[in-house]
C-alpha cells in the first residue's frame, strides 16, 4: 500500500512540476521573468493596435519593462486595462505618460514620456495614456494618400510603355539604329585606314615642315636685313621735311581761306572771277572774229 502511494505522489508531482516547468517556460519564451521583481502600473487604452504581452517598455528607445497583462474592463467600456511591469528601481513623476507607439519590425511598444512633477505616481496606479505619432501612423496618414494618388499615374505610364513597345515603328526604328551602328562602324574602320596613310606620310610631312621652318628662317633673317636698312635711312630729315611741307601747305591753305589776301579773292571774289569769264569771253570773241576777218588784223605788204 505503501509503495502504491509513493508512485502515486511521485507521478503527481512530476505532473505537477512539468506544468509549472511548461507555465515558466511559455513565459520565459514571451520574455518575461516572474522572479524579477516589478513595480506593476495600469494604462487604459481605446485601441491597443498589435501591442501583445511582453511587447516592450521603454524610454528615449531604452528598455525599462514589458505588458505583463492585457484585459477588457468592462467597468469602463470601450477601454482595454495593459498592466505594466516596471524595473523596481524606477519611480514615474507625476505628468508622465504611455504613448503606445508601432514599428515596422518589431510591432507595437509602449513608450514612456517622463513628467516633470516633483512627486511620483504610487505603484499600481493608473499612468495616463497618450498617442504617439510613430513611423506606423506617419505611413498611414501621410505616405499612403500620396501613394494612392500616385498609383494611376504609374498605371498611365505602364499602359503608355505598352503601347509604346507594342508600336511597329519601335521595332524598325531599332532596325534602323543596327544599321546605323553599323555605318559608324565601318566609318571607323576607314578612319582606322586614314590614320594608318597619315601615320605612313607622316616623315615626309614633317619633313616638308622642317623645309618650311629653313624657308621661314630665310624670310625671319631678310626681314630683319629689311629692318636695319630702314633704320639706317635718315628718317628724321625726311620727317622734319614732311613736317616743313605740312606747315607750307597749311599756311597756302590759310592764304586760300582768307579773303583778305591775294590767293583768297581769287577763291573768293566773286567780281574777280566775272571779269576773267568777261575777259575769256572776250578772247574768244577776239579770236573767233580774226578767224573770219583776218585781213582786218593782218596786213601784208610786198615790196
Same mark, same amino acid.
Given at each position: 500500500m505503501k509503495a502504491k502511494l509513493g508512485k502515486e505522489f511521485v507521478i503527481g508531482a512530476?505532473?505537477?512540476?512539468?506544468?509549472?516547468?511548461l507555465i515558466f517556460g511559455i513565459d520565459y519564451l514571451k520574455g518575461i521573468n516572474l522572479f524579477t521583481p516589478a513595480n506593476f502600473y495600469e494604462v487604459y487604452y481605446d485601441n491597443i493596435s498589435d501591442l501583445t504581452v511582453?511587447?516592450?517598455?521603454?524610454?528615449? %528607445?531604452?528598455?525599462?519593462g514589458q505588458v505583463r497583462q492585457i484585459d477588457i474592463d468592462y467597468d469602463k467600456p470601450g477601454k482595454v486595462k495593459v498592466t505594466l511591469a516596471l524595473n523596481k528601481k524606477l519611480h514615474l513623476p507625476e505628468g508622465t505618460t504611455a504613448e503606445l507607439g508601432q514599428t515596422l519590425l518589431s510591432g507595437a511598444f509602449i513608450n514612456l514620456k517622463m513628467g516633470e512633477g516633483k512627486n511620483y505616481i504610487p505603484v499600481g496606479s493608473e499612468v495616463p495614456s497618450a498617442a504617439n505619432s510613430d513611423l506606423m501612423s506617419a505611413l498611414q496618414n501621410e505616405m499612403l494618400p500620396q501613394i494612392n494618388n500616385i498609383l494611376p499615374k504609374v498605371d498611365s505610364i505602364l499602359h503608355n510603355l505598352n503601347v509604346l513597345i507594342s508600336d511597329p515603328a519601335l521595332a524598325q526604328s531599332i532596325s534602323r539604329?543596327?544599321?546605323i551602328t553599323a555605318n559608324v562602324y565601318s566609318a571607323s574602320k576607314g578612319l582606322d585606314g586614314t590614320m594608318a596613310t597619315v601615320n605612313n606620310r607622316l616623315p615626309g610631312i614633317l619633313n616638308?615642315? %622642317?623645309?618650311?621652318?629653313?624657308?621661314?628662317d630665310t624670310i625671319t633673317g631678310n626681314l630683319a636685313t629689311l629692318s636695319a636698312q630702314l633704320k639706317a635711312l635718315p628718317l628724321q630729315p625726311t620727317m622734319t621735311n614732311v613736317e616743313e611741307i605740312t606747315r607750307n601747305l597749311s599756311a597756302f591753305s590759310n592764304q586760300l581761306n582768307d579773303k583778305n589776301s591775294t590767293l583768297g579773292r581769287l577763291t573768293t571774289d566773286p567780281e574777280l572771277y566775272n571779269r576773267l569769264n568777261q575777259v575769256s569771253a572776250d578772247i574768244d570773241s577776239l579770236i573767233v572774229d580774226i578767224k573770219k576777218n583776218p585781213k582786218r588784223y593782218i596786213s601784208i605788204k610786198l615790196l
Open positions: 512530476s505532473v505537477i512540476a512539468a506544468v509549472l516547468i511582453s511587447s516592450p517598455v521603454s524610454i528615449n %528607445g531604452f528598455k525599462v539604329l543596327d544599321g616638308n615642315v %622642317g623645309h618650311a621652318g629653313i624657308a621661314l
